[in-house]
């Protein structure tokens, strides 16, 4: 239905077009008036502004700025995401969604994000005493929340595969991880993380 609109929409400006052409031509005047840009421009304008308009009522830009590729949209989701993570609160599917797509063509960052996230959501889910500082060792927490009955051996050894994996996209030191290891990471670490936030938001 609305491919039909938008080709009368079109049919129309034609014949204006044309209409104008006409005339001026007619007249001894020049087609290329104010009045003949407005009528070539305006489907291109129309589109552009119902886009615009179709993502503020998404509520979710929270800025707009031009940028070196043109108009830049910074979402607010992705921001209010963030500090949530911050803080160790737990973030639903759609907020970690929001966030690992931020930095989704960047492989490095994707996996640097993994480690901070999986650090905050294990710490959350940990004993709030645990007596492993501000920035706990991601070995010594799977550990701890392993003893909890908090993880399956399964769930603890993806952490600890994952664990290794970013070590090493964080700090460029130990064992540099094999293809396999490094692309294992990559499809599944938005799956784990998500899996240590809803154990976070049943704790």
């Not at 008036?33 to 979710?60: C, G, H, Q, T, Y």
């Not at 993994?114 to 294990?122: C, E, W």
């Not at 030191?173 to 936030?197: C, F, H, K």
């Amino acid at each position: 239905m609305r491919d039909y609109r938008i080709l009368i929409f079109l049919l129309i400006i034609v014949s204006l077009l044309f209409g104008h052409l006409y005339i001026s031509i007619s007249s001894g005047k020049s087609p290329l008036s104010w009045e003949a840009f407005v009528l070539v421009f305006s489907p291109f304008l129309i589109v552009i502004w119902n886009d615009l308009k179709s993502i503020m009522m998404r509520n979710d830009v929270q800025r707009i700025k031009l940028g070196k590729d043109g108009f830049e949209f910074e979402k607010a989701t992705v921001t209010a995401s963030i500090s949530k993570a911050m803080h160790g609160n737990y973030l639903n599917k759609k907020e970690l969604q929001s966030i690992f797509d931020s930095v989704a063509a960047n492989e490095w960052a994707t996996l640097v994000l993994a480690r901070m996230l999986m650090r905050k959501g294990l710490s959350a889910i940990a004993l709030k005493k645990h007596h492993l500082g501000d920035s706990p060792s991601l070995r010594d927490l799977i550990s701890l929340v392993q003893s909890n009955n908090r993880l399956t051996e399964t769930e603890a050894a993806d952490l600890e595969r994952l664990r290794d994996v970013t070590y090493f996209a964080e700090w460029l030191s130990g064992n540099p991880p094999v293809y396999t290891d490094w692309y294992w990471a990559l499809e599944n670490s938005q799956r784990i993380i998500e899996n240590i936030m809803n154990k976070q938001s049943v704790r």
